[in-house]
């Protein structure tokens, strides 16, 4: 692929690494392009969209002049971003990070009008390099028009949409327009020397600083970097896999926007599913299943806090909205508006069209989501307590009775509505169905909701809930187990497959050596199969096209493998999918099975919160070994927990390179640009 500066291109995704500050992301590409960047937030204008139009939409790039080879690398557990540039002349470190602010007594994040900021590192190691410094942005998707003022020799300044963005050098730079809009300056680095590029927004441009003082961003850098490596060091799962188990939470810690608790599915927008087709989805919201899942993997290695979070979120969100007309994903303000929009002007990842903003789903039904928040309150509310303090232990009990009618009102829902056809897990847009999955995800609701009101005490219909809970069992394993397919299938009384059905064990329904649940997964293996990845299903969804494998499904498959004593299999499977990661161990939703290419929105939470799952009962299968009697998640966890620390082969530390895979995901890898 040709990546000389000025040749229109697409990296693959996984030329990608991510920055963040817990409002927003940006992908930074291997030949030191900022591609895709919504400031402030994520659901914001994009000002850099080069990832959705490699012509017309704008980024701000540092590289050598000259060609050079790239490597990538992330500062030890954090998500502070290094890409090393080797050229004839010499080398150079570029450092890319988004400064943070530790998080308020309150557990909310800082005004997110000071969050707008991107800091640059330029450090020479060798010889003298001379840099390009591209600086080329397009306000609202490219949609407004971009105009320039150099306020001094060291800060250039451009407005469009009524906003600004500011880029501040260190060193003076002298900026000269270019032939598609933009603005180009040099800078020559020599080895020992150091430069500060900060990118700074606002909506008046009286706020944006002339030139970097580089003191201050001494020390941002020091703090961000502290607080990451605080952040990580958190993490409670210390068995084998951990550096990518570390790496998957500190990418779903970036999907989190501290001001409000909400968790989006991904902070991009229409990479496709497929090249060249229309399965093109914008998922900056917060669906409340991708919401529940991320965050009960996250508790299940340690993480609390941003449970909470999310569960004061939602409660917020609750008192504006009542379960009645709950949709399936919000704003990340809790805002109910996802005005689906086309972009027609941009070509969209490489020329896959349509690029959308919003999400029609929010109009959606899709039962399953009563399921998925009852499963992770269950964790979260059981995680830890007894082994801390009274005092966090009163604030959890306290969250739990405050959060009562809400998951009262949430079981009751999932008892009144699981007989009724729905869109599903997978949003189908051809009409609703009696899909399994949902059936399995209402009976988890009950289930969770009858445990937790045992389990503290709390006033809820019990013998209700109890015949409700059998009435749903009952529907699913006689109208959702095709005897004559040998599996469970997609919908209530049909034969199609769907890999969802592989779930059925993850919340304790039947035990995964169940017979049919082996059957299933025999079946799923064969003919939902490529390569070893899974397909989610291969039945019509009202959409034109098809899409390649789901990266979930394939973890959940090893997570069946595992959890039903063929542990030899899952770790095959596991490493397998492991290698189709990108260099720093990054994922996006789906994976080509042929040409082995990342697809869908990138990072996905879905994905790396089933890597981390998947990590977790490894450990837990090698020390306990097949599961024989149905586990919630909160078993399943604590036993893989303590199961962790056990299960690291002899030889081998926690934290080291995984010792079932080959190069550790955030070792360094090079590329020629």
Sequence with gaps: ??????????????????????????????????????????????????????????????????????????????????????????????????????????????????????????????????????????????RARTSYEQISSFAMLAGGGGGFLSLSCSSALDFHSTADGGMKARLEVEAGKRYWLVLSGAHNREQLAEAPDPDHCRRQ???????????????????????????????????????????????????????????????????????????????????????????????????????????????????REMKETVLDHLAGYRHSRPVRIGNAAAGQLQLDIYGEILTAAHLYFKSGMGERTGAENQSKQRLLHEDWSLLTGLVNRSVERWEQPDNGIWEVRGGRRQTLYSKVMCWAAVDRGMRLAREYSLEAPLEHWSRSRERIKTAILTRGYNRSVGAFVQNLDGSELDASALAIPRVGLLPPTDERIQSTIARISTELSSNGLLYRYRSADGLQGSEVTFALCTFWLVDCLALGGRLEEARELFDRVLSYGSPLGLFSEEIDPVSGELLGNFPQGFTHMALINSAVNLAKAARHGAEREPETEFERAARGRSAASDSTPTGVRPGDASPWSGEPPGAARPSSV
């Design 1 to 142: 692929m040709d990546r000389r500066y000025g040749q229109p291109q697409y990296h693959p995704l996984s030329d990608y690494g991510v920055i963040g500050d817990c409002h927003t992301v940006a992908l930074v590409a291997a030949d030191g392009s900022i591609d895709w960047y919504c400031p402030g937030r994520f659901d914001a204008p994009a000002v850099f969209c080069r990832l959705l139009d490699s012509g017309r939409g704008g980024y701000l790039r540092v590289a050598p002049g000259e060609k050079f080879d790239t490597v990538q690398s992330y500062q030890g557990e954090t998500n502070i971003l290094e890409t090393t540039f080797e050229s004839r002349s010499g080398s150079v470190l570029l450092t890319d990070f988004m400064p943070l602010h530790r998080r308020t007594p309150t557990r909310r994040g800082y005004d997110v009008g000071t969050s707008q900021t991107i800091i640059r590192v330029i450090e020479g190691l060798a010889g003298r390099v001379e840099l390009s410094v591209d600086f080329y942005p397009t306000f609202d998707y490219a």
């Design 221 to 335: 850098l020091e703090d961000t970097r502290e607080y990451w490596q605080s952040w990580s060091s958190e993490c409670t799962y210390n068995g084998p896999y951990r550096r990518e188990v570390v790496r998957s939470s500190l990418v779903l810690k970036l999907l989190t926007y501290e001001p409000t608790g909400a968790v989006v599915a991904a902070p991009t927008t229409s990479i496709p599913e497929q090249l060249g087709g229309e399965r093109n989805w914008d998922y900056r919201f917060t669906w409340l299943r991708d919401a529940s899942l991320i965050l009960y993997a996250l508790t299940s290695v340690g993480y609390e806090h941003e449970a909470a979070d999310f569960f004061e979120w939602l409660q917020e969100t609750h008192q504006k909205d009542p379960i009645s007309s709950l949709q399936v994903l919000y704003g990340i303000d809790g805002g």
